[in-house]
Structure formats: structure tokens, C-alpha cells
């Protein structure tokens, strides 16, 4: 039986077979719901022609999201002890998270922030335990913990104000939120120049592989709405077989791209690494909208939409641009030839272009994408 409490000392970068833990993956299906909530209230606001509004909305609930997770997920990799004070202090993390999962219809709706803001506070106040236990026991990382408590209790503290105290919608709120959205950013960076946390590489890049896998997930979600809706209906229409099929290549290519034969994180230099792990917002974030767009389509195909099908099909084409753009910002214009590189943008830009042509911009993408992974791989091998 494990103890309540035992030591938490710094793990070692060198560990070998670090690989993600059960409690790691438990706690990531709570973030399958979120996503999956964050992108239902994408998929409305396409269906409703409530363009700007949705996508505004979705990258600032896809931030509340993806936040936490990646706090976790790095302070796992440098103090997971496994011990049932650190596995308590999980679960009320896990609670936390569910909260902000529940707040997002309402934030969607009118812009209440107020159930993710108590969330936030449950979540952060187990974290703030993790990290005073990993500061008091290992003294060299003492000041990056303590720059992470208070920075984290300030932040909290604002975000309350914010969300309880100041008008929802009102310039204000918006202003207040993107200031906390940068102040969020520089906390972790302004601990680490005390001393870099002890993560883990390879830990590190399964654990972000593996929230890449779960984002792909809403794609192929819906080439699964689309078949439904053809089954439900009888009609097996062939914009919706085309769509099905576009929907099963699109994610599966994705997935190919970003699990390529090179090192995925090929410096373990401080503004490399925080780019590199902040980078990847417009990979996750990306990847979600084609979800929600493919399923934004599905209901413009079948008329239960106000907006027409070449909004949805704008919302795909720019986020798979946006998905490769973010490769290439983190990944490929370091670890491949200039000339290839800039291939991978040349491409992004034409798939970007393509809902400006008639009827068949969804399966040009999806060619358009079949071809920069086959030029893509053809530069790794040059």
C-alpha cells in the first residue's frame, strides 16, 4: 500500500522508459470532455453564423484548457512522486478541470466566466500544494517554486476579480483577460530563470503526442456524425460521402505530419524549449477547429445550419493551414533543410486559398495535404 507521504525529489532527466503514467492518462480524459465542449461551442457559433463571436470564444476557452494541462504535465515530468498526497492532490486538480468543463456552454453563451474562474481556483490550489512540497524538498529548486506559488496566487486572485466583479462582455473584461492570458505566460518563464525545471524529454514529447492524438480525435468524431446523419436520413448524399471519407485522411495525415521520423524537440535550450511548448497552442487549438468545422459542414450540408457550407469549409482549410504553420514554427525550419521548410508554408498557403474555388475545395485540401506530406517526407530523407 502506498505511504500518505514520502519524499519528493527532483526526478532524473536521465530516467530511462519515462513514459507517461496511468494517473497522467486519467487525468487527460477529463480534457477529452473539455476539448470536446470547447469545440461543440465552435461548431454552434459556425452553424449560426456567428463567426468572429465563436472563434474569439473558442481560443480563449481553448486556453483555460490547454493551461492547466500543460502545467501539470511539466511538473509531473520534474516531481512526480506517486505518493496518495500527490494522487489527491490530482483528483482535486481533475475536479477542478471538471468545473471549467461545465462552464464552457455558459461562456459560450453569454461570456459567464464565473464557474471556470472557481474551477481555476480548485485546480491551482492543489497545484500550489504540489509545488510548495516540491520547492521545501528540493532547496535548489526553491526559488522557482516560490516564483511559481506567488505569481500563480496573484494570477488567481485577478482572474476572481475578473470574473465576479467587472462586466461580462465590456472592453474591460476583455483587456483584463488578455493581460492575464500574458501574465499567465511569463509566470512559468520568469520561475524557470531561477532554475530550469528537471523535466523530462522524451516524457515530455510522449505526453504532448498523446493530447495531439486526443485533439485528431474530434476530426474523425466527425466523419462519425456524418455517416449518422446519412443513416438517420437514408440519403446517402455524395457531398457527405466525400465529406466522410475527407474527414478519415485529414486527421490521419495530421497525425503522420506531426509523428515524423525527426526528434520533435531537437533543443533543450530555455527559449526553444518555451517555444516549443507554447507553440504548440496553435497545433491543439487548430486541430480542434477542423473537428468542429467538419461537423459545422455536416449540419450546412443537411440545411440545419444558418451559415453557408463555404464558412465551414473556411474554418477547415485555415485551421489545417494554421496545424502545418505550427509545425513548421516549432519543428521543421529546425530540423530541415530551408528549402523544405518553406515547402511545408507553400502548401499551408494553397490550402489556406482553396475554399475561393468552387464545390471541391474540401477534397483539394485533403490532396493538397496528401501532397505536402509526400514532398515532406521526401525532404526528411534529402
Known amino acids: 500500500m502506498k505511504k500518505l507521504s514520502k519524499p519528493m525529489p527532483a526526478r532524473k ?3 530511462a522508459h519515462r513514459s507517461a503514467t496511468e494517473l497522467e492518462l486519467l487525468f487527460d480524459l477529463v480534457f477529452v470532455i473539455a476539448i470536446a465542449l470547447a469545440a461543440v461551442g465552435l461548431h454552434h457559433a459556425i452553424v449560426e453564423a456567428h463567426y468572429i463571436d465563436g472563434i474569439v470564444k473558442f481560443l480563449l476557452a481553448f486556453f483555460v484548457l490547454w493551461w492547466p494541462w500543460l502545467h501539470f504535465t511539466w511538473f509531473a515530468s520534474a516531481f512526480d512522486n506517486d505518493d496518495v498526497s500527490y494522487r489527491t492532490s490530482v483528483m ?6 471538471l468545473l471549467i468543463a461545465g462552464g464552457m456552454p455558459a461562456f459560450f453563451e453569454t461570456l ?3 464557474l471556470i474562474a472557481v474551477g481555476y481556483v ?3 490550489l492543489a497545484f500550489l500544494f504540489l509545488w510548495y512540497r516540491a520547492g521545501k524538498e528540493n532547496p535548489e529548486y526553491g526559488k522557482t517554486a516560490q516564483r511559481s506559488i506567488w505569481g500563480q496566487v ?3 486572485v485577478c482572474w476572481l476579480l475578473l470574473a465576479f466583479l467587472v462586466p461580462m462582455g465590456s472592453l474591460l473584461f476583455f483587456v483584463g483577460f488578455g493581460v492575464g492570458l500574458i501574465l499567465e505566460l511569463f509566470v512559468p518563464y520568469y520561475a524557470n530563470k531561477a532554475n530550469v525545471m528537471p523535466w523530462h524529454k522524451h516524457h515530455i514529447i510522449e505526453r504532448y503526442g498523446l493530447l495531439n492524438i486526443i485533439v485528431l480525435g474530434e476530426i474523425l468524431l466527425s466523419a462519425a456524425l456524418a455517416l449518422q446523419a446519412m443513416s438517420k436520413s437514408g440519403h ?9 471519407v475527407c474527414a478519415t485522411i485529414v486527421p490521419f495525415v495530421l497525425w ?5 521520423e525527426e526528434e520533435n524537440l531537437s533543443s533543450e535550450e530555455m527559449n526553444h524549449v518555451f517555444l516549443w511548448g507554447y507553440g504548440h497552442f496553435i497545433i491543439f487549438a487548430s486541430a480542434a477547429a477542423i473537428g468542429a468545422g467538419f461537423a459545422a459542414l455536416i449540419d450546412a450540408l443537411g440545411d440545419h445550419a444558418h451559415g453557408s457550407p463555404d464558412s465551414a469549409r473556411w474554418v477547415i482549410s485555415i485551421s489545417i493551414a494554421l496545424y502545418l504553420f505550427g509545425l513548421w514554427l516549432i519543428r521543421d525550419r529546425h530540423v530541415l533543410h530551408s528549402k523544405s521548410a518553406r515547402l511545408l508554408l507553400f502548401f499551408a498557403l494553397l490550402i489556406l486559398l482553396t475554399p475561393l474555388l468552387p464545390m471541391m475545395a474540401l477534397p483539394i485540401s485533403t490532396l493538397l495535404l496528401v501532397m505536402a506530406l509526400v514532398f515532406r517526407l521526401r525532404g526528411q530523407q534529402s
Do not use: E, H, N, P
Request: glycine residues 4%; proline residues 0%.
Open 13 to 15: 532527466k536521465t530516467d
Open 92 to 97: 482535486v486538480m481533475m475536479f477542478g478541470a
Open 112 to 114: 459567464d466566466s464565473r
Open 122 to 124: 480548485i485546480l491551482r
Open 154 to 156: 496573484t494570477l488567481q
Open 236 to 244: 446517402w448524399t455524395v457531398d457527405l460521402i466525400i465529406l466522410t
Open 256 to 260: 503522420w505530419f506531426y509523428f515524423c
